[in-house]
């Protein structure tokens, strides 16, 4: 503490002077306000209540305003605030629903003067208006808001927000009538003191519950809030609807937001869970906070400036127990610490990188490489004079670095995006016409990687040598599946380690597939193994080509001695049983003998040997029958890690679903959520929302399959008394009316229902689009012009 910096402000010939300094107070707190002239604040939990004086250098205790033999809930207080006109004047929100009031004045121990029980549930929040001495208002987890005059016993006002709770109400600085209040369901209303029945404004401010809000001091129209989605928000409420000016996007949900006095653009806040800091932002520059304080070991539950007038001083209690006063001077400053340089990349590839101006500038004598067709671009952040702190004048240096238009175009991925097919049909099918999309908009790579995922995993024995050679090209070679081979080359998979042998022959355009009756050919030397009743060289498949192409034989020394080769027992099951004159050979001696058959076939056949030999049939189910079906996916999986890594996660993702459960076990949950991500957002920012949407619908990863059900909630006013309806029926609670009543047919719509935004009258969607196909005016008869877009 001997560090810290001591600091004296002059407020209007008061002086306020203080240094970083803290005390233990005997429970957490739950709520903490200060007095008008800054020199004493009441802090206030579920076991403490008490009142400190705030000295130069130490907090003195003054008051214990928890008096009474007996303990009783009324003390246990989840909000407390010091009227700014009266000093002796304090409220307290109490957890049994009750608001009391402190009268400092009193002679006696107990200081307690009024208790208001209206309230069902725990009052969340009292405030006093700022320039009316007896008009006190509270939001209770009741859901109603309560205006009291301190001069009479009982409410004067009850403001119904239709919601589970009221988290914060808040009287406007500058207007007299109105004060803004937040609740559960994600809304924030403005109400007028005079008109209980019906607030004047409501907007959804936040993506689940509002738990604070605040006035701007200077400004009129200016009100931040904050809520559970991590965000703190400020309106602009002198415009029709509320416009949201500024974002501030912090790392946990926001509990309290207070506006820095003097300082327009800036606010503080604090969480109410994870994080025990306290941070003051700039809305100006959201992404990191302009000073933070680290000093408290638990959640912060209470931030108030210690004067209207000072930006200096901030007072803080926390669930540690701690009562802080901490010096603006004294906070660190996360940009310090931040990393001062960015990188971006634009929709069309063109690149920014923000750097130090040091850093850019000793690097401005660079010569541009040969071919470089960048366009640096540099500029830098205007300094304000007006600005009180040193760190807000940093200044960074922005380079631009411009692609070719035509290279950075990506209207193939906007045409890829729509034509895809994703589901619907077979695996083949998609896939074939995935690889004709890519094949159409010159993406070769990615139309043959699509051909190829068909042959792996359709059934090979419906495809067909069309299929097979699909995009490879007009003068590309045939796939060679089974042209023909030596017993010598079979794989090691079937008994030997050798490898298929593609023929020698010249290349043709059709595939060779081998049927299922393959005939069993001696070669033209009619040479046999030593050892062995089965010829050296055979041929398997029903082929048409001249001799060097049918028999597998080295051309350049054809009369070399062929090793001794014994054909295992065990090489591959039996299709069906071995006899000794299968009818296939005897059919080919028919055939030589046939006077119908041309010279070379029966000169070919009549090299049969003697001896006979069972014909196995051969086909490419062998392939089918021996590899498992998931055999392929490291393969696959390499080839989708290599795409992403590319930066073309569109085929990622469209791999991913289409294969489904086949692929999706052999990459990481992490990874494949990092995929569909990407890939949502660059269709969003395409602006292909329905395309978004499918892929949401089709994804394989959970946390992506939830991104389309949130937000699904509608609100439906009653049309009669227009309130807000209950989701039990189409009864209204409060006019007992039907509300969901066609203008047409006068019945009550259970389905689809339509309604104009200008008159709110509607009915059944078909009933409204045949009334307005030959009249403009609405059928409720209220003279509206309704229009059907």
Known sequence: MEKMARVTTALGGNALTGRTMFCHLDAPANAISVCRDAAQVVVAGRNIFKIYSIEEDQFVEKLNLRVGR????????????????????????????????????????????????????????????????????????????????????????????????????????????????????????????????????????????????????????????????????????????AKEIYCVQTIASVAR??????????????????????????????????????????VTTGIVWRHLHDPYFLLSGSKDSTLYQHIFKDASQPIDRANPEGLCYSLYGDLAFAAKESLISS????????????????????LDPTEQFEYISSSSALSVFETDVESGSMDWFVHTAKQYALAGRPLAELCDHNAK????????QVAQTWTMLRIIYSSLGTVSSTNLNHSMGKGSAALPLMNSFNLK????????????????????????????????????????????????????????ADEDDLYMMDHENPHAEEQEYSLPQEAF???????????????????????????????????????????????????????????????????????????????????????????????????????YTSYIDLLQRFQLWNISNEVIKLSTCRAINCLNQASTTLHVNCSNCKRPMSNRGWICDRCRQCASMCAVCHHVVKGLFVWCQGCSHGGHLQHIMKWLETSSHCPAGCGHLCEYT
Not at 157 to 179: K, L
Not at 192 to 203: C, S, T
Not at 641 to 664: C, H, K, N, P, W
Request: with cysteine.
């Open 257 to 298: 937001v207070k506006w820095r006095p003097e300082c327009k653009h800036h606010i503080a806040t604090c969480s109410m869970m994870v994080d025990h800091n306290i941070y003051v932002w700039d809305v100006r520059r959201p992404f990191i906070p302009s000073a933070m304080f680290e000093e408290h070991k638990d």
């Open 573 to 675: 099951p039996l299709r069906h049983e071995i006899v000794d004159n299968p009818s296939a050979l005897d059919h080919l001696q028919d055939k030589a003998d046939s006077p119908h058959v041309s010279g070379n076939e029966a000169e070919t056949v009549s090299l049969t040997p003697v001896e006979s030999f069972s014909l196995i049939s051969i086909s490419h189910s062998l392939y089918e029958n021996r590899l498992p079906s998931d055999f392929f996916n490291p393969i696959v999986r390499d080839t989708l890690l290599f795409y992403a890594e590319q930066g073309d996660v569109q085929t990622a993702v469209s791999v991913l679903i289409v294969l489904g459960d086949r692929i999706r076990k052999e990459i990481d949950e992490q990874t494949q959520e990092h995929w």
């Open 363 to 382: 690097d401005s004598n660079r010569k541009p490489y040969i071919g470089d067709r960048r366009h640096p671009i540099f500029f830098k952040r205007k």
């Open 437 to 444: 999309v890519a094949k159409g908009l010159d993406r070769n």
């Open 70 to 241: 007996k303990p009783s809930l009324n003390f246990s207080c989840a909000d407390v605030v010091w009227h700014q006109m009266d000093e002796n004047l304090l409220a307290t929100a109490a957890t049994n629903g009750v608001v009391v009031t402190w009268n400092l004045g009193k002679p006696s121990r107990n200081k307690q003067d009024q208790l208001f029980t209206e309230h069902k549930r725990t009052v969340n929040k009292v405030c006093f208006h700022p320039t009316e001495v007896y008009m006190l208002l509270s939001g209770s987890q009741d859901g109603y808001m309560k205006c009291f005059d301190l001069r009479k016993k009982d409410s004067v006002s009850t403001f119904s927000g239709q919601s589970e709770s009221v988290r914060d109400v808040q009287f406007s600085i500058r207007d007299y009538f109105t004060f803004a209040a937040t609740f559960e369901n994600g809304n924030v209303q403005l109400w007028d003191i005079r008109r209980p029945d019906r607030y004047e404004r409501m907007f959804t401010a936040h993506n689940g519950p509002v738990f604070c809000c605040d006035w701007h001091p200077e400004d009129r129209g200016w009100l931040a809030t904050g809520g559970r989605d991590k965000m703190v928000k400020v309106w602009d409420m002198n415009t029709t609807r």
């Open 489 to 544: 080359d079979i794989p090691s998979g079937l008994g030997s380690e050798s490898r298929l042998d593609r023929s020698k022959g010249e290349s043709r355009t059709e595939n060779i597939l081998m049927d299922s009756s393959s005939t069993l050919i001696n070669n033209e030397d009619n040479e046999e193994t030593e050892g062995s009743d089965v010829p050296a060289d055979y041929l398997l498949g029903d082929v048409e």
